[in-house]
């Protein structure tokens, strides 16, 4: 099993500006199941654990390490015993600090895309499969937590990278990277990637994108957590050297498309789990009201 994630926290937050601003929109306030309010970023970590992984790595802007260090290590002794009388808030600032053992950080030092974010990470992953997810997204599973569920089925790989994908529509393909692909007949859930592109318009996906088993205008589209093969990492500074980019950016899904055509890759259906975007502020809103009551 995957025993190392990366969590890019890297971004501008421009579309949550002002407020991105003040609080790195990885630190927003998300309120959780049980009632306890976290920083966004902090739900990955505990899913994470659950999930198996040992090690995580965050990708910040230069001097953010700080920012997400101080709110790792908690409240000093004066604070705590205030919340001696929150018997769970206590047991929360005592397990944040457990959490804090575990996580690292790399800097992305310019805003060259989400490629070149990952590529920050190069030394952490050392030669290792890594669990990517999505620093702006949260993700619930109804049956059984996604975190959990794409790091067991990666074994499924063999060594080869395994995403997530859950089913999109015609008019949200501008948002995600899409697939094609065959099912397997042991589980039709996992697919055997044969094509991969990003943000189609509607009619590439329609001619270039299926995937037996939707209808007309269903697709399956990136669901915002991977587990890649340390392939990646050459794809990636290969691209770099050569200045490959996408409107301006080193984007992880060409790398990912060019992986796919040297070694293969799988993708796994998420049909019981949910994403919560919190990018934008609508959808912030949206997402905790969601988020909440999932």
Not at 163 to 171: L, M, P, T
Not at 225 to 230: G, R, Y
Request: hydrophobic share 40%; aromatic share 8%.
């Amino acid at each position: 099993m995957v025993k190392k994630a990366v969590v890019p926290a890297a971004g501008l937050g421009t579309r949550q500006f002002p407020a991105s601003h003040a609080v790195k929109k990885e630190l927003f306030p998300v309120v959780g199941a049980d009632g306890i309010a976290r920083a966004l970023f902090h739900y990955h970590l505990i899913e994470l654990v659950k999930a198996g992984i040992e090690e995580i790595c965050l990708i910040v802007q230069p001097g953010d390490d700080a920012i997400f260090r101080a709110y790792l290590n908690g409240p000093d002794d004066a604070y705590l015993r205030r919340l001696e009388k929150y018997p769970e808030l206590l047991a929360e600032a005592h397990a944040m600090k457990d959490l804090n053992k575990r996580v690292c950080f790399v800097t992305q030092h310019t805003q060259d895309g989400f490629g070149h974010a990952v590529y920050q990470t190069k030394d952490f992953a050392a030669g290792d499969m890594i669990m990517l997810c999505l620093g702006d997204h949260l993700f619930s599973g109804q049956e059984c937590s996604p975190y959990r569920e794409l790091a067991t089925v990666a074994a499924a790989g063999n060594g080869r990278s395994v995403s997530a994908v859950n089913i999109i529509h015609a008019a949200d393909l501008h948002g995600f990277g899409t697939i094609a692909g065959t099912r397997r007949t042991d589980n039709p859930r996992l697919i055997d990637i044969s094509l991969i592109i990003e943000k189609p318009d509607a009619d590439i996906a329609r001619r270039s994108l299926r995937v037996d088993g939707l209808g007309d205008d269903d697709f399956l589209g990136w669901f915002g957590m991977h587990v890649l093969a340390p392939s990646i990492y050459t794809i990636l500074e290969e691209m770099i050297a050569g200045d490959l980019r996408d409107n301006g950016e080193f984007q992880l899904t060409r790398a990912q498309e060019i992986q796919r055509q040297r070694e293969g890759c799988l993708a796994y259906e998420m049909t019981s789990a949910q994403r919560f975007d919190f990018g934008v502020p609508d959808d912030y809103v949206r997402s905790l009201q969601g988020f909440r009551w999932a």
